[in-house]
C-alpha cells in the first residue's frame, strides 16, 4: 500500500501545526504565517474558506514545517 498526502482544509492543517508546536504572528490577506521556536521554522497556510488544500500545497508546507500531516 502507497503513502497518500490527506486531502485536509486550511482549518485541519492549522490544528496540527499548532498541536507540533506552532503559533500564529501574522496574517497577510488569506495567508496565515506560523512559527516555531523551538525548531525556528516559518510555515505559510492559504485560508480559502473550506475548500481542500492542493496536494502539491500541501507537500510544500510539509516541507517548510518539516512535519508530516496525518
Known amino acids: 500500500m502507497s503513502p ?3 486531502r485536509l482544509t486550511a482549518k485541519q492543517v492549522i490544528k496540527q ?3 507540533a508546536g506552532f503559533t ?4 497577510t490577506g488569506s495567508h496565515l ?3 516555531n ?3 525556528r521554522r ?3 497556510v492559504p485560508i480559502h474558506s473550506s475548500k481542500i488544500i492542493p496536494v502539491g500545497t500541501l507537500k ?3 516541507k517548510q514545517a518539516d ?3 496525518v
Do not use: H, S, V, Y
Open 42 to 44: 516559518t510555515a505559510i
Open 17 to 19: 501545526l499548532k498541536k
Open 37 to 39: 521556536r523551538e525548531t
Open 67 to 69: 512535519i508530516k500531516f
Open 33 to 35: 504565517k506560523l512559527f
Open 4 to 6: 497518500r498526502t490527506p
Open 60 to 62: 510544500a508546507i510539509e
Open 24 to 27: 500564529d504572528i501574522g496574517q
